[in-house]
């Protein structure tokens, strides 16, 4: 029986990657189709100019991506044979046309099976037609969220199951070795590590001014942020290094691999709620200790003493002291990050629920 796997694009939407492809890529399946509804063009072409920005978007993005959602709906609902269906999100994102309802409508109401995976709060922020919210809810026999706040989110809690968002690439890492390396240079100096997007980046410069009196307390070594991101931190400092890396997945992780501390500071509010900690799951993966806010889903990366939870009357710079005061206590909460990954956030039980609903 044939799947159909509806996600936005694979290799600039990290929910697409992250919750779908990285499983099924070399997984030797042939079972499945992916129908992909966003071009490379889109983000290739993105300029810093807003008005250009928005031709774009509609010559690269919306016309075509509706032409392929059309098209794809079409080819489905004449299928004769019985099909599977997976929506990552959503299928028409905020707009949804009568041609489009009628042809949704039709090929979930015909599937064999409908599952519904989403890993952010789609709801709050209008990505999703109340129409095609109402549809999945009732069509899907699964749905599939990254966290409790999503659950309370959906209409048939009933229907819902939780699984984290996650990266196979830490799976085979080796502590040991990588340790061995983080700490020739933790005599040095202490390297920081932030990971996210143009639409988190705010976060990060809230706490800057904490992390510059960070480096102006730490005695002997420097301190240095590494902002890996597709979007430029920019800011003036004294003490702290601050390096803008442009992301790319490979280049993310190995950056993670040379460095001691994860960050990811959030305001908390109904679209931070739905988060799924993403990048600070990374950060635990790779055996480093992490500091975050206090947020959502952020609180379930920190267990038995491997980081540092920041509520609103929190230090930063005092939280990331306590973990770095020697390498020994360093050390042990790396591996107790490693220990947490393995336990709730391993990879391979992620791979087993989506490739078990393939076959």
């Not at 919750?19 to 071009?39: A, K, P």
């Not at 010559?59 to 099909?83: F, H, Q, T």
């Not at 993403?278 to 491997?306: D, H, R, T, W």
């Not at 206590?329 to 990879?347: A, C, G, H, P």
Request: charged share 25%; aromatic share 10%; glycine share 4%.
């Amino acid at each position: 029986m044939k799947t159909y796997i509806f996600v936005r694009n694979i290799k600039y939407r990290p929910s697409t990657f992250y919750r779908i492809f990285q499983y099924l890529n070399h997984s030797g399946l042939t079972s499945y189709e992916l129908v992909e509804f966003e071009s490379n063009l889109f983000y290739e072409k993105k300029t810093k100019k807003r008005i250009v920005n928005l031709f774009y978007m509609l010559i690269y993005s919306l016309i075509p991506g509706y032409i392929r959602r059309l098209k794809a709906l079409m080819k489905i609902s004449n299928n004769k044979s019985k099909y599977k269906i997976i929506i990552q999100r959503e299928c028409f994102p905020r707009i949804i046309t009568p041609l489009g309802k009628l042809l949704l409508t039709k090929i979930l109401k015909n599937a064999y099976e409908v599952y519904w995976d989403l890993d952010d709060n789609i709801f709050d922020s209008k990505e999703i037609s109340k129409y095609e919210e109402i549809l999945l809810n009732n069509y899907a026999k699964t749905i599939i969220v990254g966290n409790d706040f999503l659950k309370s989110r959906i209409m048939n809690e009933k229907k819902v199951v939780i699984l984290n968002t996650t990266d196979i690439m830490m799976e085979n890492i080796d502590l040991n070795i990588v340790n061995k390396e983080r700490k020739k240079s933790f005599s040095q100096e202490i390297i920081l590590i932030w990971v996210g997007t143009k639409s988190n980046i705010e976060f990060l410069k809230n706490i800057i001014p904490q992390l510059e009196v960070l480096a102006r307390l730490v005695e002997n070594k420097k301190v240095r942020l590494k902002v890996i991101s597709n979007i430029e931190l920019r800011t003036t400092t004294k003490y702290l290094i601050v390096e803008n890396i442009k992301w790319n997945r490979d280049l993310a992780f190995k950056e993670m691999l040379n460095s001691h501390i994860g960050l990811m500071p959030l305001t908390e509010n109904e679209f931070t709620l739905g988060k799924c900690a993403f990048k600070a799951v990374q950060a635990i993966g790779c055996g480093l200790p992490v500091v975050v806010s206090n947020v959502g889903m952020n609180k379930e990366v920190i267990k038995k003493g491997n980081g540092v939870l920041i509520n609103d009357n929190s230090s930063w710079d005092e939280a990331i002291i306590s973990i770095v005061s020697n390498f020994q206590d360093w050390e042990e909460k790396s591996l107790l990050s490693r220990e947490l990954w393995l336990q709730d956030f391993n990879s391979k039980n992620n791979r087993k629920f989506l490739l078990d609903l393939l076959i």
